[in-house]
């Protein structure tokens, strides 16, 4: 088999061994491939593996000996799957990685919107702790989170850690989610219609995957029904948010602020509205970037190339 992987630097930037896909067939890594370069790297190749690299069905009629594509990843918009079935090729997620690591993130930034440490220690260390007349000062509103409301929008595992770390620090966990769940065991938890959700919270995060029925949902009348305190996090995916919306919200005191880990376009543009917004906090799509995530996600991959071979592919998404 030959195993052509189009984009691995993210998840083994040296720290992540291949060994365990790479012992599978005649394997080839590339750090990094442009659209222009995907036909010619993954030419002949039965088994393909992508992070963040398109397949698009342009890209699969190009390519006549590609069986199986694994996806270094939960979401798997970047491949057009419908075109990869009418084709015979299985595609394949990693279902499960960074549960744990996303949900602290997003309680990190959380706790960031909530207490802007990073500004203290800088205030602190510029000396104006030391030419303060009292014994303490703050530069921003230092926010509790006990008694307050999360929530949460798309409840699989992502959204269920982070309610019951919420819950942890003391928060009501309300939630939506696009098909009906038996609630979970979080006492006071609630089932809620969206907009709901969005007027009643102190803080919203989105877990929910990307379809082309929820692009830009999060809009300019969906963040009006919000308190003008509450905070907005996105650790899921950027296309959710409709960026000028939201930078117009937040430059407008409609929201105290934001957090996103994920962009419409990435790496971030210098054109993206957000970059200009006020209280948002922007970091380079790390939430499940964590070694113990990855090194989980390089041994799923291995085992989805490994039941392929044997025949019997796992975590099938089409």
């Known amino acids: ?85 009418e084709r015979n090729i299985s595609v ?17 930034t959380l ?3 909530c207490h802007n440490v990073g500004l203290h220690d800088n205030a602190v260390k510029e000396g104006a702790w030391a030419s303060n007349p009292d014994f303490c000062f703050w530069k921003t509103p230092q926010i509790e989170l006990a008694g307050k ?5 798309g409840y699989g595992r992502i959204g269920h850690r982070t309610a019951q770390l919420a819950a942890a620090f003391g928060m009501k966990i309300i939630a939506h989610n ?7 065991a979080l006492e006071g938890f609630e089932w809620v219609e ?35 305190s509450s905070f907005l996090i996105n650790t899921a995916r950027g296309p ?15 929201l105290a602020g934001a957090a ?18 006020k209280n948002i906090i922007i970091t380079p799509h790390i939430a499940w970037a964590t070694l113990e995530a990855r090194q989980r996600l390089m041994q799923t991959t291995a085992e989805n190339v490994a039941a392929f071979i044997d025949g019997h592919p796992i975590h099938v998404v089409n």
């Open 1 to 85: 088999m030959k195993i052509v992987v189009l984009d691995g630097f993210t998840l083994n930037p040296g720290d992540n061994s291949w060994s365990g896909v790479e012992s599978q067939g005649d394997f080839t890594v590339h750090e990094r491939t442009s659209a222009e370069q995907v036909v010619e790297r993954a030419a002949g190749a039965d088994i393909v593996l992508t992070n963040k690299t398109p397949i698009s069905a342009e890209i699969l009629s190009q390519l006549p000996d590609l069986k199986f594509i694994s996806v270094l990843a939960t979401g798997f918009n970047v491949v057009d799957v419908a075109a990869a079935r």
């Open 92 to 108: 394949s997620n990693v279902p499960i990685y960074g549960t744990d690591s996303v949900a602290q993130f997003v309680m990190t």
């Open 111 to 113: 706790l960031e919107l």
């Open 149 to 153: 409301t999360m929530g949460i929008v």
């Open 178 to 184: 696009h098909r009906p769940k038996e609630a979970p």
């Open 194 to 228: 969206l907009d709901e959700l969005f007027a009643r919270a102190d803080v919203v995060s989105l877990h929910c995957p990307q379809t082309a029925e929820n692009l830009g949902f999060v809009d300019a009348d969906l963040l009006k029904t919000m308190k003008p």
């Open 240 to 254: 959710l948010i409709n960026e000028s919306d939201l930078t117009e919200a937040l430059n407008t005191g409609v």
């Open 260 to 277: 996103v880990d994920v962009v419409s376009v990435e790496p971030i543009r210098a054109e993206n509205p957000l970059l200009k917004a």
